[in-house]
């Protein structure tokens, strides 16, 4: 080999390349044929010198391991005759490896050469060179660590970005947080946590926090995105508190804002704000938590008293899980209205549940639900009513109204619509959950990763223990979860935005955006924290570490405004409507099959499922493509196979429920479509070219860590093929890698406050 | 289609299973060859008619979906002249469609005729008739649930087999727990929790159950199976009570039987048997979690006055975690051995931690851990020492000793090999806390199941709501959670009869199958917990019904007793030991890669890649085959490629590191390899036809999910074609349904303490 090389010597420049060309377990197409593209720019390479670098770089006939050994031994001599000072980059070795004259010259020391090779290097993406530390000197190796330190962007302008329009909001809630009446503490005791959590809720009310979303007339700012904001923020702080002050001010204040009328906020709203009238909202009751349609409290109106009797039929009926129930003096409570022996379905009515001195109006019984798995600050519990008698003005009429002889009146005909009209209003807790869980996850991400990056266990023979965040399989845990958070973060702000200025015409694809979204996002709150809480170890079960409650606390989200398996099977029947109506508009639904297949075909060619380029696979127009044509290609699926058995006699209900796990699945791939056009859409816009770069890294991983997770489906369906999906596996691995360096700035830019980020693995 | 039928009146008794066939998605090629070769038997038939349905039976022309419709309403009309009472198979139906003459007699009224139908339909697998509700008439859906509510099998004989040779003494642990000293309630102060774990822990103590692992002439029974059996069924019961029992008895005392010689027996373990002796073991440091090999406290002989000075030399080397901190009077601590100026690695030592008093002893310091994410029942703290003095005696010296002059001696020589060998001793910790884990899941499973079997949401219209376990998508959440259980359970019976039994030789392999299956299992248990906590929706969210304590108190089972991402990257490593050796013993390690290709060669006819026959999917030996094909692929692949990268001049450790993610694949695949073949192993040996009867649907269930977990692996490396892997994915759905039937039976079968299980909404 020396021989070869005395007589080639041009060729040592490429050795470095090659070896980790190699060492990346194989040469791929793309990279062979950046290396020969590249090689021909190179004037003074010889003919022989450039058929050795093919020879070299020739998958069909990989140089042996004893060559690659040489190789090695020659680069590391090389490396070691650098100063430790210069920069360390690959192409660094790879020109000090040049050949020299006795003056110490090479035609090398040319801005031009430098720059061929650093234009090789760069495209092959070879930056890595920990992954490589067998080729460095020791002082290369401090040199590529502390490298690693170094910002690749500025994590203030990051934080800026994120806090995005609500940036004034966002820092008076840090400020907020940070005096010492919102220390946080672990209380165990639920009666003293609910304590804490009430004087909290009042001290946010004093600050004009609850009343934001009303009208200026009841001390609000009318503006729900404040309200959101308030929310996302308080998910920092404790979620107990969090949710406390959504049901006192999002549900029963949201529910008189959304379903009564002036004349309920002029008597109530402004007492709600101020947390003067600590109320509660009575959906769910035992028998029915998700079917809330069929419940079974009744309002019976009573023409001549004038009055309406709320009453709980039997011990099913009994209201569930209401948040504020133990301090609350009313409550708007879901019955089925009849009047004069009439069904109008359900509506919703003010009743007071205690008197000013806090104890049970007549006919009113509530029990504790009692400890839950975590929110054991919020105060739950059972209400039951035996024929409570309200005032005719206390039903919520937005919707539907009663005179004084009974008589019901509604600008919505059908029971149904006008029951899911009511519904919509409500869309607003579906928003504000998952950006509360977001902040969650993103506060045990960033104690996760500032652990990892002070904790080390074991390591090389003699060598200081690997940072936890240094090992690949640390990696591949972590940041494929920070990257979702950034990508939910941009779609978050998104559906907010589309949520905070839609029109009544809107409101349907809000509420499927948001059943989607809420539900996806709510899910991945849990398997974060779940996560980090195992990549911490023992130190993550450590309550002083915070997963306790960030863990618990969380874990209802899935649940809760909607359980999560139910939202996504009507996010599909959206998607199922949304199709019928495409093709009955254009009367094309005969022509349904034909055109189906038409799109698969048409859509193919693009798809290049063989194309393992590197270019392409971190393309965005291809994610996007990729996601589009699963999400696609199931509702299509899902639409011909419910129609197909209904037209063979089948009932629909049992159509859609033979379909019951195509459907789910479909509502994840409609909402990581959603999220990869959201995320990919803040990514352009983002104007600061380095803040770009690292988001542009994330949307990337983002996108292909999805694609691998259903790589099933796409084999399957035959969209890739197994080189390509290969492929994607190792760019996710490449740019876990890349992201790693970045991770405790990305962490950094939550910009989460200090006093809240307390756990003390992450100090 | 009247007048067809009319001619062809023999055809009438094929409509159900046809029109069955089409409504499932499509008739496969298995079913057309069945009903085609069934229905040459039936002689009566007309060539036409033969015809018939041969054309109606084509994946190549399917019947349209108004044919199908037509067949429904002839179907329909049939099945309204039903009696109810009869039994109202889909073979009934059948031949109640045959058509009779005036004296209602039928060709079809013979018993040949009846077995002809029902054996096509049974060999179909079309039982599920819930899922064709529109082709019954209402009397005959109420039948079909009926059914559902008949056992296939006989409880009891399941839980006796499930109980297994342990039998008494888990009906003794039965008893015990049924004691009202025993009852469970939720305690949330620390302190009040701990007191009363610490008297749990002595009831048990006295009960004798405490030193059941000791030698006879210690209090004990010397069967290490039976303490593994008692600590199952803690798993039951509080399981901080069971981690608690498991520090005193098994870690503590474990370490003196293990480690120490006559002596300690003698002076020591009938009183930690007793409890009256309450100790601790004290390995893991702060700084040192995973890699206990670098641990930095010191044990230093001084020889002066013949002790050791035990010592933390920084408070990062201060033990931490450590159970029992609060209540033990000594502790087993591991520390750095130092004689006259010489290292010989870590060994343990009795060191006393407080007196009689119960007052610290001077230089120990100690620590509350404080609240943790559960197992707030067990007293953890960290114990740091300042030269701190032990007789020498306290030495556990079973592997290494040192005399008078500080000389030291051990039969074992290299440092590294006497390490392991002390750890080898503790391999019980692995092998009982995953059957604790698998008794949580399984009550978790009992709560769901049975949750979901009185649950009632959402449903067709004017019908009496859907249960829960009728949805697909709820089987699909709980039915493989529950063949997981069941497969555990046999893996985890197999796993403690080879560690009971085991001789010297055995350690290794034991060893491997420990940390394979604590890993699989205890993540397994996380997970099922979790789905179980979101299937109960809001219900399981409350305290009371069981899943706040289940999944906080098990959630660290995936950390301690060995991290399980390190502990499948050590059955990896394991395993890589194990083909070195394998190809150096029969001086093949040239040979390897020719090997391994014929290897990948010589299983891909037999693997059938695109076989979607019924009884190919079904086949256990299929099922074992490609779980072993992908473990061989894969720890060949990896032998390979960590090969290659050292003998290119990268260092064994990165070369290692670089493919670790492929290691805790790999580690993976053991696990389930062994689980289906230990699985598969246990039904072949239940010698009860009805139990082997459901038992091989779990280990069907458990194998085909299993594999649809991993598509895209067999996918991508073609040992299976998409055809396949949807085949597969059908084949789970239909299991899950047919597994719904014996739901309630199979976590009745678990034969949990009915006190222990005491969630109303299991109630």
């Known amino acids: 080999m020396k021989d070869i090389l005395q007589n080639h010597p041009n060729v040592l420049p490429f050795l470095p390349m090659l070896y980790v060309g190699w060492a990346d377990q194989a040469m791929i197409p793309s990279e062979v044929d950046l290396i020969h593209k590249r090689m021909n720019e190179i004037e003074w390479l010889t003919k022989d010198e450039r058929d050795l670098i093919v020879k070299w770089s020739d998958p069909a006939t990989p140089p042996s391991p004893e060559l690659l050994a040489e190789w090695v031994a020659l680069i590391r001599e090389a490396s070691e005759k650098m100063d430790a000072q210069s920069r360390q980059s690959l192409a660094d070795l790879s020109l000090q490896m040049a050949e020299r004259g006795v003056n110490g010259a090479s035609v090398w020391d040319t801005p031009e050469a430098r720059t061929a090779i650093t ?15 067998n080729i460095l000197s020791d002082a290369q190796r401090q040199k590529v660590i502390e490298l690693d330190a170094e910002s690749s962007f500025d994590v203030e302008a990051m934080a800026k970005l994120l806090d995005g329009e609500y940036v004034d909001i966002k820092n008076k809630m840090r400020q907020i947080f940070a005096d010492p009446a919102f220390q946080l503490r672990i209380i165990k005791n639920k009666e003293e946590y609910r304590e804490q959590t009430l004087q909290w809720t009042k001290l946010m009310a004093a600050q004009g926090l609850g009343a934001i979303s009303y009208p200026e007339a009841n001390g609000g700012k009318d503006d729900i995105a404040l309200y959101a904001s308030v929310f996302e923020m308080m998910g920092y702080h404790d979620i107990s508190l969090c949710i406390k002050f959504g049901v006192q001010f999002g549900l029963f204040g949201g529910s008189i804002l959304g379903l009564g009328t002036q004349k309920h906020y002029d008597k109530y709203l402004t007492r709600v704000g101020t947390m003067d009238l600590p109320g509660c909202f009575a959906m769910t009751e035992t028998g029915h938590g998700s079917n809330v349609r069929q419940l079974e409290t ?115 005909g059908s029971i149904s619509r006008r029951f899911f009209t009511m519904l919509g209003t409500l869309v607003g807790g579906r928003v504000c959950v998952p950006m509360a869980g977001l902040s969650a996850s993103k506060k045990g991400l960033a104690i996760a990763v500032k652990h990892a990056l002070k904790r080390r266990q074991f390591g090389p023979e003699n060598e200081q223990e690997t940072l936890l965040l240094d090992y690949p399989s640390h990696q591949r845990r972590l940041m494929p979860l920070l990257a979702n958070a950034y990508a939910l973060d941009a779609t978050h702000k998104f559906l907010l935005k589309r949520f905070a200025n839609s029109a009544e015409e809107d409101i349907r694809e809000v509420e499927t955006l948001a059943a989607a979204l809420k539900s996806y996002s709510t899910w991945n709150t849990t398997h974060t924290l779940q996560m980090c809480r195992e990549a911490c170890g023992g130190k993550g079960y450590l309550a002083e570490n915070q997963y306790a409650d960030l863990k618990a606390d969380t874990d209802i989200f899935t649940t809760f405004e909607g359980d999560n398996t139910v939202l996504m099977q009507l996010v599909a029947k959206g998607l199922l409507t949304e199709l019928k109506e495409e093709f009955e508009n254009t009367n094309f639904w005969g022509l349904f099959k034909t055109f189906s297949q038409q799109f698969v075909d048409s859509v193919s060619p693009f798809n290049d499922s063989g194309n393992t380029d590197e270019a392409h696979l971190l393309d965005t127009c291809f994610h ?30 049992d159509a859609f429920i033979r379909n019951q796990n195509t459907m789910i699945a479909l509502g994840h791939a409609f909402a990581e479509r959603i999220i990869i056009e959201q995320f990919a859409q803040f990514v352009e816009d983002c104007e600061d070219l380095e803040l770009q ?71």
């Not at 994607?728 to 790693?740: A, Q």
Request: with cysteine; aromatic share 8%; proline share 3%.
């Open 693 to 763: 770069n690292i988001l542009k890294k994330l949307c990337d991983l983002y996108a292909l860590h999805t694609i691998e997770k259903h790589k099933g489906w796409y084999l399957e369906n035959g969209y890739m093929k197994g080189d390509k999906t290969q492929a994607i596996s190792r760019m996710v691995d490449k740019l876990c890698g890349e992201i790693r360096s970045d991770a405790s700035d990305l962490v950094d830019a939550f910009n989460i406050p200090p006093h809240l980020l307390m756990a003390p693995i992450a100090l």
């Open 624 to 653: 996007i493509e990729i996601f589009k044509k699963r999400e696609r290609t199931m509702v299509m699926g899902l639409g011909q196979d419910i129609r197909r058995l209904i037209k063979m006699g089948m009932a629909g209900y």
């Open 119 to 133: 234009d090789i290097e760069t495209a092959l993406g070879y930056v890595n060179l920990k992954d490589h530390r």
């Open 298 to 412: 009744t309002a019976t109106y009573d023409r001549e008293q004038d009055m309406f009797i709320i009453h709980t039929p039997n011990e099913q009926a009994g209201k569930e899980y209401i948040g504020n129930a133990l301090h609350g003096r009313m409550a708007t409570v879901f019955a089925q209205l009849h009047t004069n022996g009439e069904e109008h379905g359900v509506h919703a009515f003010l009743v007071q549940l205690r008197n000013e001195n806090d104890e049970l109006m007549p006919g009113v019984r509530i029990e504790d639900c009692g400890y839950k798995v975590g929110l054991n600050g919020v105060d739950n519990g059972r209400i039951w009513f035996d024929n409570v008698r309200i005032p005719r003005e206390n039903l919520l009429n937005r919707f539907g109204d009663v005179d004084g002889q009974g008589n019901y009146d509604s600008s919505i």
